[in-house]
């Protein structure tokens, strides 16, 4: 492509139901703000609760439940924690898979990603997505080249204010 920038690859992670009940049986029923190091240390990532924050772009819901009820069921915050660790794997697949990957957005389970054309070819690109699709828990996807739009986005967002007023 003459204009473009590579392909944007957007992808939605369906977590396995059996990979948060493996979760489930080793925490308590309700997760509240004093057991909560507890439990991210039981689950193997400690570090894990600073995620649980207002900040942060899937921890906010947990945060705020905590916030309000003063606890979160075991159920859901499994299937977050499991949602994290696929997005995880993710993740790290595109960025050691395709040199220059760029993670653009994550929302829940939602992500895309802008791989370099000189990273891949497109037909190379679907192969490898397809022959990891199940291990990497991906339900669906959609892979797009660079639009006109999103470049001239691009360029916009690195351009300084002008500060002179033109001639007329």
Known sequence: NKYGNGFMIELKLNVPEEMVQKL????PNEIKKDNLDEVCRLLGNAARQEFI????????????????????????????????DCGERLISFFQTTFTGTELLEQNERRFRFRI?????KLPELFRVVENN???????EYSVTQTSLE???NHFAS???EEVHKAKA
């Open 133 to 139: 699709k199940q291990a990497l828990s991906i339900q």
């Open 53 to 84: 924050s207002e900040d942060h772009s899937t921890g906010w819901l947990l945060a705020s439940q905590l916030q309000r009820d003063g606890f979160v069921e075991s159920e859901e915050f499994c299937e977050w924690w499991a949602s994290e």
């Open 150 to 152: 999103q470049i001239f």
């Open 24 to 27: 489930k049986i080793k925490i």
């Open 158 to 160: 690195f351009q300084e």
């Open 116 to 120: 370099s054309q000189q990273a891949i």
